[in-house]
C-alpha cells in the first residue's frame, strides 16, 4: 500500500510561486512514476505533470509547459511541483499521484493511488 501526502498549496497573487511537495509511503517510491493533477471547482480533473521513476523522463501538459517544473528525490521519497508565473486560471486542488509503470502519462485512470489534495488559490 502506498500513502501520498501533498503540502505546500496556498492563496498567491497572479505571477507568483508556490512549491508543491508530495511525500510517499512505502518502499516502492523508486520504481513508481508519479503525476500531478488538478481540478478546478465546476471542471474535470487534469493532468498537469509527470516523471519517470528514474527522474529522467517528464512531461508536461501544454497549459503549465514553460512555468511549471516537476522533480523528485527518491531518497526522500518526495515529488515536487515548482509553480512559477502563476495564473487565476491555475486555481486548483493539486492532487499527487502514483503508478507502476516506467512511462510518465497523462491518464488518471493509469495512476494506482492518490492523495488528499491541496488548494492553490491565485488571485488576479
Known amino acids: 500500500q502506498v500513502q501520498l501526502v501533498e503540502s505546500g498549496g496556498g492563496l498567491v497573487q497572479a505571477g507568483g510561486s508556490l512549491r508543491l511537495s508530495c511525500a510517499a509511503s512505502?518502499?516502492?517510491?523508486?520504481?513508481?512514476?508519479m503525476g500531478w493533477f488538478r481540478q478546478a471547482p465546476g471542471k474535470d480533473r487534469e493532468f498537469v505533470s509527470a516523471i519517470s521513476w528514474s527522474g529522467d523522463g517528464t512531461y508536461d501538459a501544454d497549459s503549465v509547459k514553460g512555468r511549471f517544473t516537476i522533480s523528485r528525490d527518491n531518497a526522500k521519497n518526495t515529488v515536487y511541483l515548482q509553480m512559477n508565473s502563476l495564473k487565476p486560471e491555475d486555481t486548483a486542488v493539486y492532487y499527487c499521484?502514483?503508478?507502476?509503470?516506467?512511462?510518465?502519462?497523462?491518464?488518471?485512470?493509469?495512476?494506482?493511488?492518490w492523495g488528499q489534495g491541496t488548494q492553490v488559490t491565485v488571485s488576479s
Open positions: 512505502g518502499r516502492t517510491f523508486s520504481r513508481q512514476t
Open positions: 499521484a502514483a503508478r507502476y509503470g516506467t512511462s510518465p502519462v497523462a491518464d488518471s485512470s493509469d495512476y494506482d493511488y
